[in-house]
């Protein structure tokens, strides 16, 4: 079992929509996850970072965490075409290490 | 600042041959990464180094050599490359403490024929 499990999707959600995105993972001693999105052909790009349980809101984006749920989610708040990409989850495994889920990926219909 | 770079972008083998992978950032990060990313695998790690002069084994080490050079740079050497070692291979940094927020290099794409 991987330690962090991702809807393998793909999503597909109309421009203007909410898209939510899941993760969960296996590791109690997680304490930091992330949100990561990764366009066709680029390297990983860091949207979201949360260390505490609830929500926390950057722009269009919210991560909301779980520690008791084990689970991690992600909206996105009136999805554009430019949303489109692959999404990474990630937790800390132990010192240094980071575990990442295969990623959803996220169609926006115009 | 350049953040973490990567050479080469692309790179064809044949079965046996061998190539190291170059990293270096200029962010003052303790600790660097080296994973690969396959279809539908997620990134995995290969190597990782938490600090300049340290080394350790990740979820995939096997045909995989690394060197921390000095605190900027970390590569990456297949000795006899395989077939099954045709990814991308992603280079990441981060500062050392409780953040963990890694940054990620362009990437290289291996082909082994």
């Known amino acids: 079992q991987k330690e962090v499990e991702q809807n393998s999707g793909p999503l597909s959600v109309p421009e203007g929509a909410i898209a939510s995105l899941n993760c969960t993972y296996s590791d109690r001693g997680s304490q930091s996850f992330f949100w990561y999105r990764q366009y066709s052909g680029k390297s990983p790009e860091l949207i979201m970072s949360i260390y505490s349980n609830g929500d926390k809101e950057d722009g269009r984006f919210t991560a909301q965490l779980n520690k008791a749920s084990q689970y991690v989610s992600l909206l996105i708040r009136d999805s554009q075409p430019s949303d489109s990409a692959t999404y990474l989850c990630a937790a800390t495994s132990n010192d240094y290490k980071l575990s990442f889920g295969a990623g959803t990926t996220v169609t926006v219909r115009a | 600042n350049a953040g973490v770079t990567q050479t080469p972008k692309f790179q064809v083998l044949k079965t046996g041959q061998s190539m190291t992978l170059q990293c270096a950032q200029d962010m003052n990060h303790n600790s660097m990464y080296w994973y690969r990313q396959d279809p539908g695998m997620g990134l995995r790690l290969i190597y990782y180094?938490?600090?300049?002069?340290?080394?350790d084994k990740g979820e995939v080490p096997n045909g995989y050599n690394v060197s921390r050079l000095n605190k900027r740079e970390f590569s990456l050497r297949l000795e006899s490359a395989a077939p099954s070692q045709t990814s991308v291979y992603f280079c990441?940094?981060?500062?050392?403490?409780?953040?963990?927020?890694?940054?990620f290099g362009p990437g290289t794409r291996l082909t082994v024929l």
């Open positions: 990441a940094s981060t500062t050392s403490g409780s953040i963990y927020e890694q940054f």
């Open positions: 180094s938490a600090s300049e002069g340290t080394t």
